[in-house]
């Protein structure tokens, strides 16, 4: 078979194949990760495989056909052994004996679980029939740009036989379900000897008698519709209609998003505070900079799989690219006529649609939003929801592209939609999500976060739900730092907080890879331990622009976005017990650490009417793990009190009041306190010193 393709990847191993042997499910399990590797094959979440395998029956040691599919809510691209569900194939044929037509679809659902073989199966997907019906050993339903470009197509069924001929088969739309198996299973009984069929506005289905033949015959039908789609826009010369307007150069498009960003986040976030993703791709800026944006855009996306994602049309901003966008009220009182727009025609789409028992409507904010000449913005829980509706759009806009160069491009109907987007089996599917995290839906920003303290405050972050932009001025331990989170969770960005322009670059990076920020907290920091006598101006200096400076300059510029998103927020200062205690040795340090602790009560009493929370956290003698107590100040210290640099974490346990070694984790829990726990709370001194009388603010 031809291993060279233009339009699709091919990854399979040969060596790392033949170690799987003859394991079906592992072979299986290879195809559908290599698959789902591509997205022009199919997005995240998108689509479903499968393998059957003939096992031996638990109960009567006879041989069993059974079927190994993907799972509800799975998705092949990292599809493992428990994400897959198996079925004696057998009973889930024998369903046709009970099945009652499309009113039946819901409780066929249900009978699946009668037909588990192995019963750590994840939860059968609607699709499962769709698999199971159909005879063949290894099976691929894909949703490929190019083939819906086919499927969405005015005329899809006749550029079907154009491209395959009599080798493909072709069915019209039908919400998926068990009676769109049994319309597979009728398309090859009549159609004997194709090798896949086309699902009208939906997608693929193709098969083989082993996983690479599956795979091979996944990626050909791929590359046949994506050669021919190419040539159909190479004949017509232009699509879309041909630019419209020009685009912004990319730096201006990147600090014109940042700036727009907190904006948009606060609009989307009317309901549920949202976060936020941006691209600017030369496939995106294509399509809203064209003369059919406006014609295309309303009519929605036609597969399932992505205006479950993007809802079903997205909101362009009424925004000339030459647009003052700092004035914020100004730019408010043009853009929140067009939210309050689209909502209330998702309420009219929801309100025209429903059935007797439609789950209550949800959140009406757009997903998608259009900035022509700029990007794309999308908006949902959390950034990989967020990343991922954002790729399903690029998705739908290579299927309107190519549908148009077909010939014409046609959306489900809105019924249709709603029919989709409002199944009671898919309430059910969002009713199983697990429920989220204290710091779910929020934005976090830590200086400091290289190492020690900052590290710590960031793994608590995340570890509650929050989106963490770490910053550090020293860009090997930031990296370092940044390397130990999964994607999507955490940005890094190199940032001295004692530069207004390093400051800026932060929160852009903030805005742009989140859509703003709800946290602030400054965690960069030094230790000086020096006597009046041996303290340098320089010293001075030196603590004063990080610990003071920084904190203002940090304060100053989160609540500029803070106030543009109207979400409220939180600043938290890690100060320091010294900051309440006089010592020797100290001038320089306690002294700032005192500025750091006042200027949080005043900006407490100032933000408050904002709904900014801002409050410290003051931490004592943390040295296991703190980069503060490397070198000169642990030395400064250990002189200070008489002992050796070896014996300080043992000293300072000692002095307080719980005899408690505290470390950088146990601060954090001060940080999400403030943050997650004491949502009432503002202008707090928290202590995490294990008790010092002396430092007790109260």
Request: proline share 3%.
């Amino acid at each position: 078979m031809e291993k060279t393709f233009k339009y699709v990847d091919y990854l399979w191993d040969e060596q790392k194949a033949a170690s799987m042997g003859d394991d079906q499910v592992a072979l299986f399990l290879y195809r559908s990760n290599i698959l789902g590797a591509d997205l022009r094959i199919t997005n995240y979440g998108g689509g479903n495989t499968s393998c059957k395998t003939i096992e031996k029956d638990p109960l009567t040691n006879e041989d069993v056909e059974v079927m190994w599919v993907k799972g509800s809510g799975g998705d092949i691209g990292t599809l493992t052994r428990e994400g897959i569900a198996g079925l004696y194939t057998e009973r889930l044929r024998n369903l046709k004996n009970v099945y009652q037509g499309i009113e039946d679809e819901d409780r066929m659902v249900g009978l699946f679980n009668h037909c588990i073989y192995d019963l750590n199966s994840k939860a059968p997907s609607i699709d499962t029939p769709l698999h199971g019906l159909l005879p063949f050993s290894h099976i691929d339903h894909l949703h490929p740009d190019a083939l819906i470009a086919v499927a969405a197509a005015k005329d899809s069924e006749q550029v079907t036989k154009e491209i395959w001929g009599d080798t493909m088969g072709w069915v019209p739309w039908q919400r998926p379900g068990f009676d769109l198996g049994l319309q597979l299973e009728k398309c090859l009984k009549e159609n004997p000897g194709i090798r896949g069929i086309v699902l009208g506005s939906h997608g693929l289905f193709t098969w083989g008698d082993t996983s690479y033949e599956c795979y091979m015959n996944s990626l050909e039908v791929i590359e046949q519709a994506s050669e021919y789609i190419a040539k159909k826009i190479e004949e017509k010369g232009e699509v879309f209609g041909g630019r419209k307007i020009e685009s912004l150069s990319a730096e201006e498009r990147k600090n014109k998003a940042a700036e727009l960003m907190p904006l948009l986040r606060g609009l989307a976030s009317s309901e549920n505070q949202m976060i936020g993703h941006f691209t600017d791709s030369d496939t995106v800026l294509q399509y809203i900079n064209s003369n059919d944006l406006e014609r295309l855009a309303p009519m929605g996306t036609s597969c399932p799989d992505h205006f479950l994602r993007t809802k079903i049309q997205p909101l362009i901003l009424n925004l000339e690219t030459s647009e003052d966008i700092s004035d914020t009220e100004k730019v408010l009182e043009k853009l929140t006529p067009d939210f309050d727009q689209y909502r209330k025609e998702y309420k009219e789409y929801y309100e025209n649609c429903k059935h007797d028992n439609s789950p209550a409507m949800r959140d009406p904010n757009p997903v998608i939003i259009i900035y022509p000449g700029v990007g794309m913005f999308s908006f949902a829980k959390n950034k990989q929801t967020a990343r991922v509706a954002s790729e399903f759009y690029v998705n739908a806009i290579n299927v309107m592209r190519g549908a148009e160069a077909i010939s014409e491009y046609t959306s489900l109907p809105r019924q249709e939609a709603f029919d989709i987007e409002y199944w009671l089996l898919e309430e059910a599917k969002l009713q199983r999500m697990p429920a989220e995290k204290p710091l779910s839906r929020r934005v976090a920003l830590v200086t400091g976060a290289g190492g020690g303290i900052g590290k710590a405050i960031a793994d608590k972050l995340v570890a509650e739900g929050a989106n963490v932009v770490l910053t550090d001025i020293n860009e090997d331990n930031l990296n370092e730092a940044v390397s130990t989170y999964k994607r999507d969770l955490v940005e890094g960005v190199l940032c001295d907080v004692t530069k207004e322009e390093s400051i800026d670059a932060a929160y852009k990076k903030a805005n742009l890879s989140f859509g703003g920020v709800d946290i602030v907290i400054h965690s960069a920091g030094l230790a000086i331990s020096k006597s009046l006598e041996d303290t340098t101006q320089k010293d001075w200096d030196l603590l004063q622009d990080i610990l003071v400076k920084g904190q203002f300059l940090m304060a100053q510029k989160g609540v500029e976005i803070m106030k543009k998103q109207g979400l409220g927020g939180d600043i938290v200062n890690i100060a320091s017990k010294n900051g309440l205690v006089a010592g020797p040795n100290n001038v320089g340090y306690g002294t700032a650490k005192a500025a750091q602790q006042h200027m949080t009560r005043l900006l407490a009493a100032e933000l408050g009417r904002d709904h900014i929370r801002v409050n410290t956290v003051n931490p004592d003698g943390v040295i296991v793990g703190s980069k503060i107590w490397e070198g000169e100040w642990a030395e400064g210290r250990a002189k200070a009190h008489g002992i050796e640099v070896k014996d300080l974490p043992k000293h300072y346990a000692k002095r307080n009041l719980l005899q408690e070694i505290i470390l950088p984790e146990d601060i954090a829990n001060g940080v999400f306190v403030c943050v997650g726990i004491l949502e009432k709370s503002t202008g707090n001194t928290i202590n995490v010193d294990g008790g010092m009388a002396n430092a007790f603010v109260r």
